[in-house]
């Protein structure tokens, strides 16, 4: 491999891993669409967080209310939905 093919394999792999970086920060900064729209369909309060009794509304929601809720506050607050990897099978059977 020559000096030409080592530098553009190299300048490849930065602007790779600088776009994965930034694609990262973008999706951890940001509440995705399914998670408002969670709140907005559960937290009948409107107090920004869905309680267990708001949860009753959906099995699915209902069954992972307490893996998703993880200071065991009985609340889920846009936080805890958003860290969830659940919350993506709950909006999957809708």
């Not at 030409?4 to 792999?13: C, G, I, P, S």
């Not at 970086?21 to 559960?42: H, N, R, V």
């Not at 993880?70 to 609340?75: H, I, K, P």
């Amino acid at each position: 491999m020559n000096r030409f093919e080592k530098f553009f394999l190299a300048l490849l792999t930065l602007i790779t891993i600088q776009t994965l970086l930034i694609a990262q920060s973008q999706a951890s900064t940001t509440e995705s669409p399914s998670d408002k729209e969670l709140m907005a369909q559960f937290d009948d309060d409107q107090d920004g967080f869905i309680s267990l009794k708001e949860a009753v509304a959906d099995a699915r929601l209902l069954r992972l209310f307490s893996r998703i809720d993880d200071n065991a506050d009985g609340l889920l607050s846009a936080q805890e939905l958003m860290k969830s990897d659940y919350v993506e099978i709950i909006t999957m059977s809708r």
